[in-house]
């Protein structure tokens, strides 16, 4: 399928609800614009990024203490100091 937009006095342009469909794309959601050699560029469904929130304890090791962020800092000082 091939689609002709028009591009404003803006810079703008508006998707085609074909395209929108095609993409997956509902009204809210985001697109992914790749810059492509020869003036190109691709078009994608952004994908769904992660909360912040649900990372929360991903470091976790049973039975290892927490590292303070003075105790970090201190490790990465010793070793630059090597």
Known sequence: ???????????????RQAVLDHLGVKPGG????????DGRAELRQAGVR??????????HRPGRKPVSLQEMQDAI?????Q
Do not use: F, H, Y
């Open 30 to 37: 985001r697109v992914d614009v790749e810059l492509l050699p």
């Open 50 to 59: 992660p909360d912040l929130a649900g990372l929360r304890g991903i470091l």
């Open 1 to 15: 399928m091939r689609v002709e937009l028009t591009v404003t006095a803006k810079g703008q342009v508006t998707l």
């Open 77 to 81: 000082e010793a070793v630059d100091e």
